[in-house]
């Protein structure tokens, strides 16, 4: 069982760029929740996708848009970065309605310069 | 809504001896309660968790942690560290109804000193 994967591990982009990471759930989850952490902070969550729509949202701005595969892998995708979007961002895969615990990935560190 | 808060943002602590790293949350509805720890350059770890039942929850590798619903905190406790315990240590909790959807802390980082 690989886990969850994430790709790419690092990033580097351009203010006003956009950029888009994907994630693998854990094998057997069909949900997935991602995740924003800032340096020296604790994750924010971001969105998350069950049966391939948007189920839950948190404070962010539209900027952040997601998509979920039949496959149950996802993407997050950020528009018109800004330098505050520097973060590590963290997909977590889960089986939905267990409660129990989220699996995360590694994350991808991205740098906006 | 869910806030969790952690009262120290470091903890200095000599190998083998006990850590306890405090943790209190606020929440209007029934939660479940999570601790994760973070290595460097990793990601996020399930440490122990509560969902119901007995109020105090261990891990495989020593630590435990006590739900105390009165006092709306969930601290976890070692009573002898490692060096390789050296980590980022995250509370959350998670709202009974929010399927997974977790609110953390701010962290908790512990050094392990020789």
Known sequence: ????????????????QQVTLRCSPKSGHDTVSWYQQALGQGPQFIFQYYEEEER??????????????????SELNVNALLLGDSALYLCAS???????????GQGTRLTVV | AQSVTQLDSQVPVFE?????????????????????????????????????????????????????????????RKPSVHISDTAE??????????????????????????
């Open chain 1, 94 to 104: 889960s089986l939905v309605g267990s409660n129990t615990e989220a699996f995360f």
């Open chain 1, 56 to 73: 839950q949202r948190g404070n962010f701005p539209d900027r952040f848009s997601g998509h979920q595969f039949p496959n149950y892998s």
């Open chain 2, 16 to 76: 083998e001896a006990p850590v306890e790293l405090r943790c209190n949350y606020s929440s209007s509805v029934s939660v479940y309660l999570f601790w994760y720890v973070q290595y460097p350059n990793q990601g996020l770890q399930l440490l122990l968790k509560y969902l119901s039942g007995s109020t105090l929850v261990e891990s495989i590798n020593g630590f435990e942690a006590e739900f105390n619903k009165s006092q709306t905190s969930f601290h976890l």
């Open chain 1, 1 to 16: 069982d690989a886990g969850v994967t994430q790709s790419p591990t690092h990033l580097i982009k351009t203010r006003g």
């Open chain 2, 89 to 114: 240590y995250f509370c959350a909790v998670s709202a009974k109804a929010a399927g997974n959807k977790l609110t953390f802390g701010g962290g908790t980082r512990v050094l392990v000193k020789p």
